[in-house]
T-cell receptor, first 110, second 113 residues
């Protein structure tokens, strides 16, 4: 399983763009990169997934460089409600034991 | 909106009691998972299932057991609850390829006195 490393915590202000970078040096060829968001006392919620280059959906963008050894989750114009823990996961077909790790605790300030 | 349910949402029980945490999903997903998470801590996989009659242990050793007799149902049982079992238990499901999106239930917060 590819191990991931993320910052433990980040602070931001409302309206700013937040970028959270995840390192996954041992990513395998068939691995995908997936990000989840978790609010207190709730289960994680899928945000975005990608394999290479850039993926964008209605809530976030995911940037993956050519070597795929890292990825960056970009949250445009965050609000207080984006305060949560963000997890980066790496895995491919046959990976059932996903490791959520400690995630990045994002705090958005007014 | 994901259709995955967990009951009870909260449970306070005495040491030595047998408990079963229920998890059901109506999406027809073949894969289901149980995670354990202490407040502010990591999420740890304790059980998963590929489909009916298939269960495996996760990375975190757990004294709990699971069964998967029906696709939609994945209950977790503790034969004799102890204070060390106090935690939040989250159930999830997914379909198709294993890296596909996991849908999580609301969780059961268990307190063993």
């Amino acid at each position: 399983l590819a191990k991931t490393t993320q910052p433990i915590s980040m602070d931001s202000y409302e309206g700013q763009e937040v970028n959270i970078t995840c390192s996954h040096n041992n990513i395998a060829t068939n691995d995908y990169i997936t990000w989840y968001q978790q609010f207190p006392s709730q289960g994680p919620r899928f945000i975005i997934q990608g394999y290479k280059t850039k993926v964008t959906n209605e809530v976030a963008s995911l940037f993956i460089p050519a070597d795929r050894k890292s990825s960056t989750l970009s949250l445009p114009r965050v609000s207080l409600s984006d305060t949560a823990v963000y997890y980066c996961l790496v895995g491919g077909s046959g990976t059932y034991k996903y490791i959520f790790g400690t995630g990045t605790r994002l705090k958005v300030l007014a | 909106e994901a259709d995955i349910y967990q009951t009870p949402r909260y449970l306070v029980i005495g040491t030595g009691k047998k408990i079963t945490l229920e998890c059901s999903q109506t999406m027809g997903h073949d894969k289901m998972y149980w995670y354990q998470q202490d407040p502010g801590m990591e999420l740890h996989l304790i059980h998963y299932s590929y489909g009916v009659n298939s269960t495996e242990k996760g990375d975190l050793s757990s004294e709990s057991t699971v069964s998967r007799i029906r696709t939609e149902h994945f209950p977790l049982t503790l034969e004799s609850a102890r204070p060390s079992h106090t935690s939040q238990y989250l159930c999830a499901s997914s379909e198709g390829l294993s890296y596909n999106e996991q849908f999580f239930g609301p969780g059961t917060r268990l307190t063993v006195l």
